[in-house]
């Protein structure tokens, strides 16, 4: 295994704009309320469980549809570029959907809100880029956080107030947009 921390550093920095956990506390904060509570241990198993499946079986799902993962990435580095105008602008680009059901620990906390279809995209765009042993740690390391978060979420928000969380989101929504430049200038 060669791990490097550059990579794991730059992985574990895209997988956590993406997820944009700390974005989320208002929709944890409002599942949490529709569904008289979340579990915060069996959302993290499921979403980091997706996560790590997705990045072994990704690149099997696109041969399946004769896509290499080049063209792949630059697919999800313009999903990534969108994910990171949502951000900076305040608009949504992508359906959001909720659920008040008993599942919302799993439906649609860990899917699709962690691990949703950006950090799917995201995951396999990544394998173009980095070794899948500093990819793993990244989702590892991207896991205790949102643990952390789902635990202390309404702690977090006090905190945070309304204009912290968003000049974070629109920080990292920065990044994403960057980040996307540079998969883009890479995989074509």
């Known amino acids: 295994m060669n791990f490097s921390f550059k990579e794991i550093i730059s ?3 895209i997988l956590f704009s993406v997820i944009d956990i700390l974005g989320s506390i208002p929709v944890i904060i409002d599942l949490r ?3 008289g509570g979340i579990h915060a241990e069996q959302a993290t198993l499921v979403a980091g469980s997706l996560m790590i499946v997705y990045l072994f079986l990704g690149v099997g799902i696109l041969n399946l549809f004769g896509v290499d993962v080049n063209s792949f990435a630059v697919a999800g580095a313009l ?3 969108l994910i990171g105008m949502e951000m900076i602008l305040g608009r949504n680009i992508f359906k959001h959907e ?4 008993k599942a919302t620990s799993i439906v649609p906390l860990a899917f699709p809100i962690i691990a949703g279809a950006g950090t799917m995209t995201t995951i396999i765009s990544l394998k173009a880029a980095y070794k899948q042993e500093n990819i793993i740690v990244g989702i590892v ?4 956080v949102v643990y952390m978060v789902l635990r202390t979420s309404v702690w977090i928000e006090k905190k945070l107030g309304v204009t912290g969380a968003d ?3 629109k920080v990292f929504g920065m990044i994403l947009l960057a980040i996307s430049i540079k ?4 995989n074509l």
């Not at 998969?183 to 890479?186: D, G, N, R």
Request: charged share 15%; no cysteine.
């Open 79 to 81: 999903i990534i570029f």
């Open 183 to 186: 998969l883009i200038k890479t």
């Open 98 to 101: 909720t659920s008040s059901s």
């Open 33 to 35: 309320k529709k569904a």
């Open 11 to 13: 992985v574990t920095i």
């Open 167 to 169: 000049i974070l989101r």
């Open 141 to 144: 390391l991207n896991i205790l």
